[in-house]
């Protein structure tokens, strides 16, 4: 393996990190509803192909490099389709909160 492809595999791999965090931040609370749907896995394999699609555009240098693009980009896109907070409704929605918002938190 060269040394660029293993560049863009940290990047990809880089692209689980928010999702990891959400999941140590939300570690005490029940297990989400949207964990169990097909779409949160098929937008968490997009988000790693994202990850490492940037990281092999950005051509970098180094593993940190690789590592904080392939963070930042699907960071940024998940956070851009995220769905707000709506301090209106005041409760979850049924069946817990769903894929957008777990995007949001």
Known sequence: MS???QLILFGG????FPD?????????EPPAEYWRRP????????????????????KPDSVVAALSVGYA???VLSRLL???????????P???PGLREHWAS
């Open 82 to 92: 995220s769905a707000p907070p709506d301090p209106a409704r005041g409760v979850p």
């Open 3 to 5: 040394t660029e492809q």
């Open 73 to 75: 980009a699907p960071e």
């Open 39 to 58: 779409v949160f896995w098929i937008s968490l394999v997009a988000m790693v192909i994202v990850g490492a699609i940037a990281t092999w555009l950005s």
């Open 13 to 16: 791999v880089a692209a689980l």
């Open 94 to 96: 049924p069946g817990g």
């Open 20 to 28: 990891v965090l959400r999941l140590i931040k939300q570690r005490y």
